[in-house]
Every structure is written in C-alpha cells, then in structure tokens.
Nanobody, 124 residues
Framework: QVQLVESGGGLVQAGGSLRLSCAAS????????MGWFRQPPGKEREFVAA????????YYADSVKGRFTISRDNAKNTVYLQVNNLKPEDTAVYYC?????????????????WGQGTQVTVSS
C-alpha cells in the first residue's frame, strides 16, 4: 500500500519561496505519475503541476508556469514542488497525488492516491 506524506508548507511573504516535498512509501513509486494540486480557501481543488514516472515530461497550470518547478527523485521515493515568487493568490492547501495508469494528468479525479496536504500561506 503506497502512502503519500507532504511537507514543506508554511507562511511566507509575497515573493518568497518554498520547497514542498511528497514522500511515498512503497517500492513501486517510480512507476507512478505524480501530481500537485491545491485548494485555495473557499475554492475548488485545482491542478498545479504533474510529472511522468521517468521525470522527463512535466505539465504546469498556466498560473504557475515560470514560477513553480516539479521534479522527482525515484531513488528517494520523493516528488518535489519548488515554488518561487509566491503570490497571495498561491495561498492554499497543497496536495500531492499518485496516478497508477497512463493517461492525462490534469484531472484530479483520475488520480488514485492522495496525501493529506500541506498548508502554504503567502502574506502580502
């Protein structure tokens, strides 16, 4: 049974940076595509970024392109989200998710496993 645990969230000022981590248990982590989603206060969950199992293909929401970078280290069973130049509108609970089968990575309902989330709060 694979489990996902996010960390790295916190309170930062606008323009600041954080590195979110998602540690996965289980030996087959490297086979999964991984995604990051976020849920701002009072809003629905939205796609942020995703990465294929090999790490050579990534996807980003338009709102974070150029500021966020997703990466993975399969040897450490960990996926990262480097978030730079944070804005108050980036305030949200950030979730990582794993997708076991091939297919598109933008739709949250297509993911199979979710972490518990980590809070990111950006002050202006």
């Amino acid at each position: 049974q694979v489990q996902l645990v996010e960390s790295g969230g916190g309170l930062v000022q606008a323009g600041g940076s954080l590195r979110l981590s998602c540690a996965a248990s289980g030996r087959t982590f490297r086979r999964y595509a991984m995604g990051w989603f976020r849920q701002p206060p009072g809003k629905e969950r939205e796609f942020v970024a995703a990465i294929r199992w090999s790490g050579d293909t990534t996807y980003y929401a338009d709102s974070v392109k150029g500021r966020f970078t997703i990466s993975r280290d399969n040897a450490k069973n960990t996926v990262y989200l480097q978030v730079n130049n944070l804005k108050p509108e980036d305030t949200a609970v950030y979730y990582c998710a794993a997708k076991f089968l091939l297919g598109e990575l933008v739709t949250g309902s297509r993911y199979d496993l979710w972490g518990q989330g980590t809070q990111v709060t950006v002050s202006s």
